[in-house]
């Protein structure tokens, strides 16, 4: 017997299964000791993203970034299986007698090949365990092998479950605040409206999807590599946005509730500092001010042009700075790891919402149907268009 050999099978079987136990059964913690998972992903995206920085075209690499949350997950899931196949043909190595068909040697690369068709359950017949410990081995594989199966067609679906959910809310976000979503967008859309609970509503809304947002990244981390369909939306954005949204509502708007902003608020802030930790963001100190006082300014006249007038004066800017201070830097960690563009509070250039841009409008408005509706449709807030 190689004890060796025994050892190390073991160490590996049980590292994989250990890993694939937290990551798939009991996924719920911020702070995790170290997991073949976690450094896979750390290593990987290091050198995925570094590709990624050297393509000069935004949309080439929005998709090359893309690949990468489904691939690096059908990634792991083959190394966890390679994982196993290789533990357990170094345990038969170290402690199984076997015999083969035309009583060829017995080595390692066989018994890899053994361990790999017993994993699969193929079963080919040609490597034969001959000892009651061989074979015990290979039941014990085998067994393992269906439940790999069966942890791969419950993991892929959950995932996918949670990604679809999180993008729902993000693409009604579209048609709410805009392509990509601003505070600014937000709050003249939805501010001005004589119905607090129509505001309250949908903050109530955005705190749910904000709780929701930080379970499943908490149980399944892989989410946070997978972006959304268009490329000027993304789950950190529309978390971002809220953050704005309600932080401007708590430093003061004259006519507008802030109960349900505060519990929004804190919601959110929870979310983007423990997301920002399963990242592994690093906190910058250099980030640039994502609200210079021009742009402060212009949303500032922008949005009493709209009806809703934000409070003035040295207590509500003190304000509003201490609340940013509380998610800013955590945002802006996230996105620089994950290659993210925040969204800005105000956009100065004039883009269409998503919803308003079709494949067809040119040609439409070359046969002259409907061009004064096609001109309309730039740049101007949702309910202008109904």
């Known amino acids: 017997m190689n004890v060796l050999s025994v050892i190390a099978g073991v ?7 250990l890993d694939a136990f937290e990551s798939v059964v009991l996924p719920r913690r911020v702070r995790r000791s170290f997991r073949v998972s976690s450094w896979y992903y750390r290593r990987s995206w290091r050198n995925w993203s570094f590709v990624a920085r050297h393509i000069q075209a935004p949309s080439r690499r929005e998709a090359m970034l893309g ?20 533990g357990f043909a170094l345990i038969q190595y170290g402690a ?22 017993t994993f699969y359950t193929l079963g080919y017949g040609d490597v034969v365990p001959s000892s ?28 996918y479950a949670a990604f679809s959910i999180r ?10 605040a805009g392509s ?21 509503q949908m903050l109530r809304g955005w705190e749910q999807w904000s709780a929701r947002l930080l379970e499943s990244h908490l149980s399944y981390p892989p989410l946070a590599f997978f972006r959304s369909q268009h490329n000027n939306q993304s789950w950190l954005g529309a978390l971002t946005v809220m953050l704005d949204t309600s932080s401007l509502i708590i430093a003061g708007i004259d006519g507008v509730a802030l109960d349900q902003a505060r519990l929004t608020f804190a919601m959110a802030r929870h979310a983007v500092v423990d997301l920002a930790q399963v990242a592994n963001a690093k906190f910058d100190p250099d980030a640039p001010d994502r609200l210079p006082e021009e742009e402060m300014a212009l949303m500032r006249r922008k949005l009493q042009e709209r009806g809703l007038q934000l409070h003035d004066g040295e207590e509500a800017e003190t304000k509003l ?9 955590y945002a802006q960690a996230i996105a620089q790891t994950l290659l993210i563009t925040l969204p800005p509070w105000i956009r100065v250039d004039k883009t269409r919402d998503n919803w308003l841009a079709g494949p067809w ?25 109904f």
Not at 67 to 86: E, K, N, R, T
Not at 99 to 107: A, C, D, E, M, S
């Open 180 to 200: 990509p979503p601003t505070a600014y967008e937000l709050l003249s859309r939805y501010g001005k409206n004589a119905n607090q609970q129509v505001l309250d």
């Open 321 to 329: 700075e201490s609340l940013r201070v509380m998610y800013e830097p």
């Open 67 to 86: 690949y990468f949350g489904p691939l690096s997950l059908l990634i792991l899931l083959g190394l966890w299986a390679v994982g196993l196949i290789l």
């Open 96 to 117: 199984g007698d076997h015999i083969t068909l035309n009583n060829q040697p017995v080595t390692f690369g066989l018994l890899l090949y053994h361990s790999g068709e």
């Open 11 to 17: 160490a590996v079987v049980l590292l994989v299964l």
């Open 167 to 176: 993008e729902i809310e993000i693409s009604l976000f579209d048609a709410r």
């Open 132 to 159: 009651p410990l061989s074979r015990t081995l290979s039941v014990f594989e085998a067994g393992m092998g269906f439940a790999f199966l069966g942890v791969v067609i419950g993991y892929l679906p959950t995932i």
């Open 361 to 385: 409008d040119r040609l439409i408005q070359a046969k002259g149907l409907g061009e004064s509706a096609h001109v309309k449709h730039v740049a101007q807030p949702v309910e202008d268009h």
